[in-house]
Structures are given as C-alpha cells and as structure tokens.
C-alpha cells in the first residue's frame, strides 16, 4: 500500500457517521463485504479509502438502500415478517431454514439471534409451505432430538465472509484455527510453532462480544465447532490449508527465528545473555584482578586485599564514607598515622615535644 492510499482511508467511526450508519450497522456491512476496507500502516488499523464512501454515497437510493443491506431483525421482527408466529419462526430457525447472520446476550446471559430482514423474506419465499400447516415429521423428529442449527450456521457464515476476506495462505488457515477449541487444534496442529503462528493470524471476536467474564464465557462457546460432523469438517479443511500455506511459505522452526514472544523468538529458543567482562579489560582477554592491576602501577606499595565479590574486587573505587576522612595508602613501613606531619613541624619549633613510637 502505498502512502498516499494510505493518507486517504477513514476511520471506523467518521466512515459510519459519513455513511449514515450506527457503528453496529457499519461493522455488519464490513463484514458483509458491502463495504471494503484496507488494512493500516505498519500492521495498525484498519480504515475505509475515501473513495469507497464517495462511490457508497453516490449510489441511488443513498443512504436508505446500504441501510436496508444491513437491516437485522430478532425473532419476533422476523416473524411478524413473514406473517408466522414467533415460536414456529424459531423452530424453523433451529432446523436450519433461517439463518443468524449475528447475535447479542441480554441481561439474563442468553443468546438473541439476529437475521438480515431481507434473508427473512428470501427464505420464506422460498419454503412458503413451511409457513402454514403442520411442521413436517422429519423436522419435529429434529427438534424433538434436541437439534438447533443456528450456531452452526451462523460459525459457517462467519467462517466463509472471513476466508473471502483473508489476504493470504496462512491468514486462511488462522481463520479456520479460530474455530478449534484447544484440544482439537493441538491435535490438528502438532507443531508448537505452526500454532503459534495461526494465534498471531487469529482474527478478532466479532463487534459487540462481551467482556464481562460471565457472559464471554458464554459467547466464546458459540465462536467453537461443536458436533462430530463440524469438527471432522473443520479440521479436515484446516488439515488442507495448512499444507497449501506450508508449501508457499514454512512456518518458521527452530532452526530459523520465528516471530514470538516480546523479543522475536520464543523464550526457549532466544540464547542466554553472557556476562560482560569486568571494567577496564578487552572483549575476549583474561580479567586481571584490580589489585594486581594496583601493585603493578605502585611497585612500592602494597595494595590491601579486599574478599572477592566486592567493589574493589571488581575493579571499581568504593564510595568515600560520608564525615570519614579517607585513610592513607600503608608505606613501606607501615600504616602512617594522619597527624605526623604536624607533630613533627611543632616539635622542631619547640613547641611540642615529639612522641616516641
């Protein structure tokens, strides 16, 4: 991309307002493709190029028609749509015959499905046998089983509108990953590095996913395959796209320097830090220990040693001792009081009498 793309895309939120969008109604049509995107500089952002919204707002129809491409209606919009009960739009719901294409939780922690009113009036179109009468025996066997398709459903949609928009191989593979729980993906995904790779690729939860631990809990087990068939389904294709992801580009191993952690490589393969060498000595010599260093620049004196691990030891000069007077260096006769000078200077003006010893 270049810079001068890059200067002219919008921000989320001032491409809503431009759009004439509430901002869940703008992500929906994002994520519909009804609005195209290009990612930000240097991995940020993703915005909206300005001429994208000069060709949405030039279309006929502007702003009603993007608006009704987007519009969602709950379970019992959407029966009143199609002229049906509530209770029998949602039995037809959970065989399948409707599709969510989102959902939100209310205050009780449960799952509200939303359907685009215009796939309502499709799919009653469609089945308008459906709609009067007796539910058929096969479907009331389905949901005497306990079966409900919508979760199901909606995983595949969102599955297919983010393969359609991943840019490469490995992006691909990381949106089927983002459906595995862990379980199946380590089995599915054996290499420590591959998976560490698609975690980096996994795309974001959808808008609106809860952040309270309660009901994320709840919404994170609706974004995971469920069932035998979905599963062996998933990982077949994730099992597929990793093969043609591996043969484009390899995931990096331990003989090259994949890009995890916060240093590059992850913690097990990133080589310990040496130790630098002691103050005052040439990368690759032999240390010198300090007092030898002392001895040899002062013949005449005899540098005290100090235990090893101190200040000294290392070759560093210890701080003075504040209101201590720092002691003099011991001569080759001994250690020489501070105050010998002065006596002597007294004692040859008569004055002071000079000590012996």
């Given at each position: 991309?270049?810079?001068?793309?890059?200067?002219?895309?919008?921000?989320?939120?001032?491409?809503?307002?431009?759009?004439?969008?509430?901002?869940?109604?703008?992500?929906?049509?994002?994520?519909?493709?009804?609005?195209?995107?290009?990612?930000?500089?240097?991995?940020?952002?993703?915005?909206?190029?300005?001429?994208?919204?000069?060709?949405?707002?030039?279309?006929?129809?502007?702003?009603?028609?993007?608006?009704?491409?987007?519009?969602?209606?709950?379970?019992?919009?959407?029966?009143?749509?199609?002229?049906?009960?509530?209770?029998?739009?949602?039995?037809?719901?959970?065989?399948?015959?409707?599709t969510p294409v989102a959902y939100y939780l209310n205050r009780y922690r449960a799952v509200v499905w939303l359907y685009l009113a215009r796939e309502v009036l499709d799919a009653a179109a469609r089945h308008p046998g459906l709609?009067?009468?007796?539910?058929?025996?096969?479907?009331?066997?389905?949901?005497?089983?306990?079966?409900?398709?919508?979760?199901?459903?909606?995983?595949?949609?969102?599955?297919?509108?983010?393969?359609?928009?991943?840019?490469?191989?490995?992006?691909?593979?990381?949106?089927?990953?983002?459906?595995?729980?862990?379980?199946?993906?380590?089995?599915?995904?054996?290499?420590?590095?591959?998976?560490?790779?698609?975690?980096?690729?996994?795309?974001?939860?959808?808008?609106?996913?809860?952040?309270?631990?309660?009901?994320?809990?709840?919404?994170?087990?609706?974004?995971?395959?469920?069932?035998?068939?979905?599963?062996?389904?998933?990982?077949?294709?994730?099992?597929?796209?990793?093969?043609?992801?591996?043969?484009?580009?390899?995931?990096?191993?331990?003989?090259?320097?994949?890009?995890?952690?916060?240093?590059?490589?992850?913690?097990?393969?990133?080589?310990?830090?040496?130790?630098?060498?002691?103050?005052?000595?040439?990368?690759?010599?032999?240390?010198?220990?300090?007092?030898?260093?002392?001895?040899?620049?002062?013949?005449?004196?005899?540098?005290?040693?100090?235990?090893?691990?101190?200040?000294?030891?290392?070759?560093?000069?210890?701080?003075?001792?504040?209101?201590?007077?720092?002691?003099?260096?011991?001569?080759?006769?001994?250690?020489?009081?501070?105050?010998?000078?002065?006596?002597?200077?007294?004692?040859?003006?008569?004055?002071?009498?000079?000590?012996?010893?």
């Amino acid at each position: 991309m270049t810079a001068e793309r890059v200067a002219h895309t919008v921000a989320y939120g001032r491409a809503a307002q431009e759009l004439a969008l509430r901002r869940s109604e703008f992500d929906l049509a994002v994520h519909l493709g009804h609005v195209r995107i290009v990612p930000g500089p240097a991995g940020g952002r993703p915005g909206v190029p300005q001429e994208e919204l000069d060709r949405l707002r030039a279309e006929p129809g502007f702003p009603e028609g993007l608006r009704d491409r987007v519009r969602t209606v709950g379970t019992a919009q959407a029966a009143e749509l199609v002229g049906i009960t509530a209770d029998r739009f949602t039995r037809l719901a959970r065989t399948g015959h409707f599709t969510p294409v989102a959902y939100y939780l209310n205050r009780y922690r449960a799952v509200v499905w939303l359907y685009l009113a215009r796939e309502v009036l499709d799919a009653a179109a469609r089945h308008p046998g459906l709609l009067t009468g007796r539910v058929p025996a096969d479907l009331r066997d389905r949901l005497q089983a306990g079966e409900d398709a919508r979760p199901r459903a909606w995983r595949a949609r969102r599955r297919g509108l983010l393969l359609r928009r991943a840019p490469g191989a490995w992006e691909g593979a990381a949106v089927l990953a983002s459906f595995l729980d862990p379980l199946h993906l380590d089995e599915t995904v054996p290499d420590p590095y591959e998976r560490a790779r698609l975690e980096r690729l996994r795309p974001a939860p959808p808008h609106g996913h809860p952040e309270s631990p309660a009901a994320r809990a709840v919404a994170d087990r609706l974004l995971v395959a469920d069932g035998p068939d979905e599963l062996a389904e998933l990982r077949t294709e994730l099992a597929e796209a990793l093969r043609t992801a591996r043969a484009q580009h390899p995931a990096s191993g331990p003989g090259a320097a994949p890009a995890v952690g916060a240093e590059g490589t992850p913690a097990q393969a990133r080589p310990r830090a040496q130790a630098a060498p002691a103050t005052g000595t040439r990368p690759g010599a032999d240390a010198v220990p300090a007092d030898t260093v002392a001895a040899a620049a002062h013949p005449g004196r005899t540098a005290a040693r100090e235990p090893a691990g101190t200040a000294k030891a290392a070759g560093r000069v210890p701080r003075r001792a504040c209101g201590r007077r720092a002691e003099a260096p011991p001569g080759p006769t001994g250690p020489r009081r501070l105050g010998a000078p002065r006596t002597a200077f007294l004692a040859r003006l008569g004055l002071r009498r000079p000590r012996v010893g």
